[in-house]
């Protein structure tokens, strides 16, 4: 409950702008944001960044495909 997680994501094509949002706790470990949003079709890489509250810190990625409309 004292940690404090942000949601990266960003484009593999260089330039583009990233979508940042920080993510709430919703039950314990679990985390979910509202503010994020894809804005663009196409391949991304979600990183997860966490500080923990001890002083830690811990991040993981993920690339997804968006479809097109």
């Known amino acids: 409950s004292d940690a404090t997680v942000t949601v990266t994501g960003t484009m593999t094509q260089a330039g583009m702008e990233p979508v940042i949002a920080e993510a709430t706790p919703t039950e314990t470990g679990i ?39």
């Open 31 to 69: 985390f979910e944001t509202d503010g994020f949003a894809f804005n663009m079709a196409g391949d991304w890489i979600l990183e997860a960044e966490a500080d923990l509250g001890d002083g830690s810190s811990a991040q993981d990625e993920l690339i997804v495909t968006v479809p097109g409309s």
